[in-house]
C-alpha cells in the first residue's frame, strides 16, 4: 500500500511483500495441543477425542469477590500508568515474533488484564530506525535497536493491583511455555502520567481515546535530565515552554509525558531493571502525518533546544508507524 500514490521510498508503493516461501506462521504455543489433538480424529472414530486444551471449569472465587473490589477503588477515566516497551526481534524471528506477540501476547500478556484499558502497537521500518537520534544514545544501543514498540494505558490509582496480576500472569506464561524467547527488550517500563500536552486546547481527543484513535504516527522522545534535582525544572520548562510553542501548526495533535518507575524484584529474569528512574522523562508525540512527512522540519533541532536549555540531554527520538493488526505488514521492511 502506498502513501498517497508517491513513490521514492524504498518501494513503499510497490506491493507489500509476503514472508518466505517456506515460512508458516507458528501457532501460539497453548494452540499446539489442541491441533495435534483433532489431528488425531478419523472418519471411523467411535469417540471424539479429549482435547487437552478445552476450556478449564470456571473456579469459584467467591459469590461476592469481583462486586466487592469493583465496589471500590479508582476507576476513572484518565491514564494515571503506562506500560511502554520497546522490543527487538532477533534477526530471522521477525514473522514468527510478530505472530506471537499480537495473537498471543498482547491479549493475554497485557490487554486482558486488570487495568488496563487502551493499548496499541507500533513499528519502526528500516528507513523509520535511520532517522533516529542521537547516534550515541543511552537508551538504544545501537539506536536502531528496537523495530516494535507497544503502548498501554493503566487506570489512574491501580498500579499496585495491575503489577501484582501482570507479574503473576507473566510467571504463569513462562511456565506454559507462551514467552517468546528470541527477542531483546530495549527499553521496557512501566511510568507514571505526570502531564498531556494539546495542540488545539479542548478541542479533538484526549488522552485517554489517544491509543484508540487512528494516529498515523507516534514519536517517542526520552529525555535525561542533568540529576534527579533538575527533572522538576525539566518538566515544567517542557509543558510551560517547549511544547506549547513546538505544537502550533504541526501534526502533533498532543504529547504526553511520563516518568519510569522501578520493575519490581520478581520481575521476569529477561526484562532489566530500569534505568533513569530518578532523572528520566518520556514523551510520547501523536501525529496526524507520517513522521517522514515532516521530520525534518519538526524534530530536527529538537535535541538542540533541549541541550540549550541546561536542563537535561535527548536521548533517544524515534519515530513510529502504527502496526495494521492481523496482517504482518511491515516487518518485510524491518532489515
Given at each position: 500500500?502506498?502513501?498517497?500514490?508517491?513513490?521514492?521510498?524504498?518501494?513503499?508503493?510497490?506491493?507489500?511483500?509476503?514472508?518466505?516461501?517456506?515460512?508458516?506462521?507458528p501457532p501460539p504455543p497453548h494452540l499446539m495441543t489442541r491441533q495435534l489433538n483433532l489431528s488425531l480424529m478419523t472418519a471411523d472414530s467411535e469417540h471424539?477425542?479429549?482435547?487437552?486444551?478445552?476450556?478449564?471449569?470456571?473456579?469459584?472465587?467467591?459469590?461476592?469477590?469481583?462486586?466487592?473490589?469493583?465496589?471500590?477503588?479508582?476507576?476513572?477515566?484518565?491514564?494515571?500508568?503506562?506500560?511502554?516497551?520497546?522490543?527487538?526481534?532477533?534477526?530471522?524471528?521477525?514473522?514468527?515474533?510478530?505472530?506471537?506477540?499480537?495473537?498471543?501476547?498482547?491479549?493475554?500478556?497485557?490487554?486482558?488484564?486488570?487495568?488496563?484499558?487502551?493499548?496499541?502497537?507500533?513499528?519502526?521500518?528500516?528507513?523509520?530506525?535511520?532517522?533516529?537520534?542521537?547516534?550515541?544514545s543511552a537508551v538504544a544501543r545501537p539506536v536502531t535497536a528496537g523495530c516494535y514498540l507497544s503502548t498501554y494505558w493503566i487506570t489512574e490509582g491501580r498500579?499496585?493491583?495491575?503489577?501484582?496480576?501482570?507479574?503473576?500472569i507473566n510467571k504463569r506464561l513462562n511456565r506454559d511455555g507462551r514467552v517468546y524467547r528470541d527477542r531483546t527488550h530495549v527499553f521496557t517500563a512501566f511510568?507514571?502520567?505526570?502531564?498531556?500536552?494539546?495542540?488545539?486546547?479542548?478541542?479533538?481527543?484526549?488522552?485517554?481515546?489517544?491509543?484508540?484513535?487512528?494516529?498515523?504516527?507516534?514519536?517517542?522522545?526520552?529525555?535525561?535530565?542533568?540529576?534527579?534535582?533538575?527533572?522538576?525544572?525539566?518538566?515544567?520548562?517542557?509543558?510551560?515552554?517547549?511544547?506549547?510553542?513546538?505544537?502550533?501548526?504541526?501534526?502533533?495533535?498532543?504529547?504526553?509525558?511520563?516518568?519510569?518507575?522501578?520493575?519490581?524484584?520478581?520481575?521476569?529474569?529477561?526484562?532489566?531493571?530500569?534505568?533513569?528512574?530518578?532523572?528520566?522523562?518520556?514523551?510520547?508525540?501523536?501525529?496526524?502525518?507520517?513522521?517522514?512527512?515532516?521530520?525534518?522540519?519538526?524534530?530536527?533541532?529538537?535535541?538542540?533546544?533541549?541541550?540549550?536549555?541546561?536542563?537535561?540531554?535527548?536521548?533517544?527520538?524515534?519515530?513510529?508507524?502504527?502496526?495494521?493488526?492481523?496482517?504482518?505488514?511491515?516487518?518485510?521492511?524491518?532489515?
Amino acid at each position: 500500500m502506498g502513501r498517497g500514490g508517491r513513490g521514492g521510498r524504498g518501494g513503499r508503493d510497490g506491493p507489500i511483500r509476503s514472508p518466505p516461501d517456506d515460512f508458516v506462521h507458528p501457532p501460539p504455543p497453548h494452540l499446539m495441543t489442541r491441533q495435534l489433538n483433532l489431528s488425531l480424529m478419523t472418519a471411523d472414530s467411535e469417540h471424539t477425542p479429549e482435547v487437552t486444551n478445552a476450556p478449564a471449569a470456571a473456579v469459584d472465587t467467591g459469590p461476592a469477590t469481583y462486586a466487592d473490589l469493583a465496589a471500590v477503588g479508582p476507576y476513572g477515566v484518565h491514564p494515571g500508568h503506562a506500560l511502554i516497551t520497546m522490543v527487538e526481534p532477533h534477526p530471522g524471528h521477525e514473522y514468527a515474533y510478530n505472530r506471537w506477540y499480537e495473537d498471543d501476547h498482547y491479549i493475554a500478556g497485557a490487554m486482558a488484564m486488570p487495568w488496563i484499558f487502551s493499548g496499541r502497537r507500533w513499528v519502526a521500518t528500516r528507513e523509520l530506525q535511520l532517522l533516529r537520534r542521537p547516534e550515541q544514545s543511552a537508551v538504544a544501543r545501537p539506536v536502531t535497536a528496537g523495530c516494535y514498540l507497544s503502548t498501554y494505558w493503566i487506570t489512574e490509582g491501580r498500579y499496585d493491583e495491575h503489577m501484582k496480576w501482570t507479574v503473576g500472569i507473566n510467571k504463569r506464561l513462562n511456565r506454559d511455555g507462551r514467552v517468546y524467547r528470541d527477542r531483546t527488550h530495549v527499553f521496557t517500563a512501566f511510568q507514571d502520567h505526570l502531564a498531556t500536552v494539546y495542540r488545539d486546547g479542548a478541542a479533538g481527543p484526549r488522552d485517554f481515546h489517544a491509543l484508540d484513535h487512528p494516529y498515523a504516527g507516534l514519536v517517542l522522545e526520552v529525555i535525561d535530565a542533568d540529576g534527579p534535582e533538575r527533572r522538576d525544572q525539566l518538566l515544567e520548562w517542557l509543558c510551560a515552554r517547549q511544547l506549547p510553542r513546538r505544537l502550533p501548526g504541526s501534526a502533533a495533535a498532543m504529547v504526553t509525558v511520563f516518568r519510569p518507575t522501578p520493575l519490581p524484584g520478581d520481575r521476569m529474569s529477561y526484562v532489566r531493571q530500569v534505568e533513569g528512574v530518578d532523572t528520566r522523562l518520556t514523551l510520547l508525540w501523536f501525529l496526524q502525518e507520517d513522521p517522514r512527512d515532516r521530520w525534518t522540519e519538526q524534530f530536527a533541532d529538537l535535541e538542540e533546544e533541549v541541550a540549550e536549555s541546561g536542563l537535561g540531554r535527548v536521548e533517544l527520538l524515534a519515530p513510529f508507524l502504527p502496526t495494521v493488526p492481523g496482517t504482518d505488514r511491515y516487518v518485510s521492511e524491518l532489515r
